[in-house]
């Protein structure tokens, strides 16, 4: 993972988590710090939001597929996150995920 390897990616990992899960910040601040799989799933989330952002708009069938790929990407990492969360107290399902 090279985004979350300088101070840059690291913030850039989190604010993604944060976003789903305002309301586990200092979670996700003690668990990146505790665990660099969590971290991994904080930075491919920020990738994935990112790559979804860039998709072309130029072919209307090709964006729409890519679209749908990068969303379902992080729907699943957002579920992870959500796990490993709840898996060590910080929150619980219905209290702050934002879709």
Known sequence: MTWIND????????????????RAEFAIRRLMRMSEDFCD???????AEHAL???????????????REWQELIDCLV???????EGQGGWRPGSGITD
């Open 7 to 22: 101070q840059k990616g690291q913030e850039l990992a989190f604010s993604a988590a944060a976003r789903r899960f305002p």
């Open 79 to 85: 579920a992870e996150i959500g796990e490993a969360l």
């Open 53 to 67: 952002a860039q998709v072309p708009q130029s072919d209307w069938v090709l964006r729409e597929e890519r679209e």
């Open 41 to 47: 799933l904080c930075g491919e989330l920020a990738e």
